[in-house]
């Protein structure tokens, strides 16, 4: 049975704005990075499908290194939220606003 | 067979990523040694000998042929050349104006200039890529380390903001850049750039899909570049960092992703169909720049709006899209990123700390001309070039980016663009009206009763400065066989950009 | 057609006859004593009663987050495994050898760093 590439289309662009609505309507930092990383993993969805229905290899190039970047991201994400959580006390993006005149 | 052949082909090609080797080669070394001590003092001079035995080797490449190496994915010849000259130049004077700065604050740690290696390897392979695949890696290796030096002083609430600032909405608009490339790639089949453009967008669902990719993917990068409306991240992110990393972020990202920009626009993109969609991001990015750099007390403050004007004035020059246009794009960034490192750097030998940078406003530091006269002078070249007037580089630069739009046709995008240069007069003249003429016996007592006097100031430091201000002056004198010499690598490019690709 | 399977099915009673012999030896062979945390159940090393939102030690994360780039890092190597043997079929072995030790000492340089300062010691 094969799954026609408009549907791992439209999963891919269904879960890129669940991404995007979770990066500007949730307040808590590890949240957003959470929603962040949804959005790197419904590209990489839609890049093996395309890939894959081409038979073009270089989409799953793209995929590995995209993979490696979400993981580098989630650790200095994670970091930077610690800090900020020692100093602040709190990861509620609405309350870090020290720019804020 | 086959398979043996790509490998020696690829050990041909390694002359083609030489600085890429020899900066991160170095920065392992560099981190190997801060492995065992952390502080040594040689670590920044290592990175600083390897970026200038790259930057010999990339001054030796501007004359040759353009072409491209690694099946396709990197591109070399006199174009990659220059914008890799310019990340290393960049970073040279960055790693020397840090040392004293971060050593002040106590934060000398040998990890600091590994990662600004990292940053500069990224930054180099995003200005010689040839392929989506090379784009994306290069640009998140260079992300990636900017957000740690965003955030690098831990103690102090306004950097860590900072750098949660810059990840959150860098990591987002990654996501969109990603989905670009997804797109794009999706309907051409093809990762590398001459062979996009190439394409058969046979289908009208294939031509919506790419230019949905195409929007995605600019909106990426206009992020980077900081270009209004996706500039919100930049007043935040560099009042807050470090002062001489911010004049890197500024500067070098800049280059690096105006650079690649360029490139995909002048290799991937068929029609001319983005040139009214960048039109109107510049004017937004000018006018927003400008205006609202008029207002700001804090100089770093102001220098971020700044930057953001000055990417404003480098997407004239990407709307008129012509090859004239371009090469003023490049050296626009070339002049750019002299006088604004020279800025930072200024700024950053007058605070104490990285909180002090934050805090501090531009009237506290009035008639510091008189107590740091080479700081006050190398600042008012600064000032007075990123205005734009005659005598130094940022004259010429302004004319190299307006000079070709005029030609283009797109006359009112350059009215506007001079209305605001004469608008941005008021701010930077502001800095040297306070800086040398402002009445200073109010503001000395209380610069000497809180933190007893000025820091100290580095030779190295100076002589990075001096030379920048020199610099922009000497840009002036050939700024004309510069930018002729911009101009000629997209003439022989665009001969080779047939034979290019996978 | 369920003669496919009959390797699995021998996997399956060897792995769960493992799992029991060796269970059963060490209870038998093994001394015996227990303590109060010997005999909680495995939790990662949390205490495995209480509130969940209690805060615990930064260094649980920096173990995570050094296995997370590693693990991840290790994806590169599928491809290289996977297309091993047509590389050294193609002649071209030396070649495939020489890009992934590259790529291993660049990692080998990460863990160096990550070992000299201290990063997996989780004693301390």
Redesign the interface.
Known sequence: MEVALNWYLALGAVLFSIGTLGVLFKRNAIVVLMSVELMLNAVNLTLVAFSQSMGDPDGQLLVFFSIAVAAAEAAVGLAIVIAIFRSKVTVDINEINLFKH | ????R???T??ADLPAIFSMIVVSVVG?VM??V???RSDHPSIPWLGVAGMVVASAWELFQLGTEPGTAFFGAIRVGGYAAFINLLVLLAGIATTILSVPYLHRLKHDYGEVYALLMYATVGMILLGSSN???SI??GL?TMS?CL??LA?LI??D??A??A???Y??LG??S??FF??G???M??AT???YLPAMAQADLATAGGTLLFWAGVALFLIGFLFKVSAAPFHMWT??VY??SPTPLTGYMSTASKAAAFGSLILVLYYALPAERWTLVLAVVAVITMVVGNVMALSQANVKRMLAYSSIAHAGYILVALAAGTEAAFAGALFYLLVYTVMNIGAFGVMALLEWDGREGRVQTLDSLAGIGTDRPVLGVTMVVFMFSLTGFPPFGGFFGKYAVFAPAVDAGLTWLVLIGVLMSAVSGYYYLRVVYVFWMQDRDDVVDARQASLGGLPPVSRTSQGVLVVCAVGLVAMAFFSGGLIEAATGFFDASAMAAAGGGG | MFAEFVPLFIMIVLALGLAFTLLKAAEILGPSRPNKIKRTPYESGMDPVGSARERYSVKFYLVAMIFIVFDVEVVFMYPWAVSFQDFIDGGAFLGVMTVVTIFSVILMVGLLYDIKKGGLDFEK
């Open positions: 067979m086959e398979l043996a790509a490998f020696s690829m050990a392992l981190l190997t801060a492995a065992f392929s989506m695949v994306f890696v998140e990636v957000y740690v955030g831990r103690e609430e306004g860590v903001e750098a949660l600032k990840f959150l990591a987002f990654t996501g990603l989905y490339i997804a797109l790639y999706g089949g093809t990762m007043p935040d009042q807050g």
